[in-house]
């Protein structure tokens, strides 16, 4: 069985993990984009055995007495520099969706949710000059409950927003939002402890993010209309397979406000599905601090492309070392899924 899981994962690194690729001239299309995707480069599997830096960190805190709740855990959240960018009730959502199959859907925990937050400040401050950070803006996170008794929030630790982002990790202000997270963190459990997840994982040698470069066809000479009538197209793509959007950050106002004039646009749009989140919930409820994963959508003035990306679920595999089968399949299937979407919205 550990074989076949580890040829699954093989099999997913492979079709998961984009680069870039030289920009070459393309036919003028009449209703999609004019595109170049980012092809999969050669991936290594390297399995070393030890322990790497972890990618999830987890917080919990003892809620015997119920004094933390989901609007304690949003105010510490916001006395931070956060907003909440949703908050999502997935039990309920469980329940709905799979409750006539499965009669203990949404029963896992008493609470789970799924609570994106975004420090606006910094993350226009790291954008500006490492554009790819729109990939944690907003930055996932899930709270979660057994019982009750006790409450936990995962997160990444800034060791996995530096690798998914580029971003060094001694770069002043992703220290400085870590920080604020770490405080804000702390703030909504009280006497709560940190748990670094320290894995024996397979170590990519490749990317951690999927991308696409195209042109949007622009016959009226306004991007902003273009690239509404391209989410139309690629939104009603997407959601046709059952993936939905639930937070739209646009960060265009933020830039220009800071100073930072050098984008026609700059958008994020977070993607969940609930066939994929559903099953790998049960085992590792911690996986929300990558879900919703954020994809970025932006153009440079200076330049012709519109440029896209999307955190790879290859990130769920290697963050909380799912191996099994049950939960690793949907993961392999949606990244497939909304990769060739995605394509078929620009190629």
């Known amino acids: 069985m550990k074989k076949i899981v580890l040829s699954a994962l093989t099999l997913l690194l492979a079709m998961c993990i984009s680069g870039y690729a030289k920009e070459t001239a393309t036919p003028k299309l009449k209703h999609?984009?004019?595109t170049k995707v980012e092809k999969p480069q050669e991936v290594k599997i390297v399995n070393e055995n030890v322990q790497q830096k972890p990618d999830i960190r987890i917080i919990?805190?003892?809620?015997?007495?119920?004094?933390?709740?989901?609007?304690?855990?949003?105010?510490?959240?916001?006395?931070?520099?956060?907003?909440?960018?949703t908050n999502n009730d997935m039990s309920s959502s469980f329940k709905n969706k799979f409750g006539k199959t499965d009669k203990t859907?949404?029963?896992?925990?008493?609470?789970?949710?799924?609570?994106?937050?975004?420090?606006?400040?910094l993350s226009v401050k790291l954008i500006k000059?490492?554009?790819?950070?729109?990939?944690?803006?907003?930055?996932?996170?899930?709270?979660?409950?057994?019982?009750?008794?006790?409450?936990?929030?995962?997160s990444l630790s800034i060791n996995a927003m530096s690798k998914m982002t580029g971003v060094p990790e001694d770069?002043?202000?992703?220290?400085?939002?870590?920080?604020?997270?770490?405080?804000?963190?702390?703030?909504?459990?009280?006497?709560?402890?940190?748990?670094d997840l320290t894995y024996n994982v397979l170590k990519?040698?490749?990317?951690?993010?999927?991308?696409?470069?195209?042109?949007?066809?622009n016959p009226k000479d306004d991007v902003i209309e273009a690239l509404e009538a391209y989410e139309e197209q690629m939104e009603a793509e997407v959601e046709s397979v059952g993936f939905v959007f639930p937070v739209f950050t646009d960060m265009a106002k933020d830039l220009k406000k800071a100073g930072i004039d050098e984008y026609d646009f700059y958008k994020t749009v977070s993607i969940c599905n609930l066939d994929v989140i559903y099953p790998v919930h049960k085992n590792h409820p911690e996986v929300g601090a990558y879900a919703p994963c954020t994809m970025?959508?932006?153009?440079?003035?200076?330049?012709?492309?519109?440029?896209?990306?999307?955190?790879?679920?290859?990130?769920?595999t290697i963050g909380t070392q799912i191996e099994d089968e049950y939960s690793l399949k949907p993961l392999i299937e949606a990244q497939d899924l909304l990769e060739s979407k995605i394509d078929s919205t620009i190629e």
């Open 105 to 121: 859907a949404g029963t896992d925990f008493i609470i789970y949710r799924l609570m994106p937050v975004l420090n606006r400040e």
């Open 296 to 316: 970025y959508k932006y153009k440079k003035k200076s330049e012709k492309f519109t440029r896209m990306g999307y955190p790879s679920v290859h990130n769920w």
């Open 171 to 195: 770069n002043a202000d992703l220290k400085a939002l870590y920080a604020a997270l770490t405080k804000a963190l702390a703030e909504a459990l009280p006497n709560g402890t940190f748990q």
């Open 204 to 217: 990519p040698d490749g990317s951690l993010v999927t991308r696409f470069t195209f042109v949007l066809p």
């Open 32 to 34: 999609k984009a004019q």
């Open 60 to 85: 919990t805190a003892d809620n015997s007495q119920g004094a933390i709740t989901i609007k304690s855990i949003e105010q510490a959240f916001k006395n931070n520099g956060f907003d909440i960018s």
């Open 129 to 154: 000059d490492y554009p790819e950070f729109g990939l944690i803006a907003p930055i996932s996170t899930s709270v979660y409950s057994k019982d009750g008794s006790k409450i936990s929030i995962s």
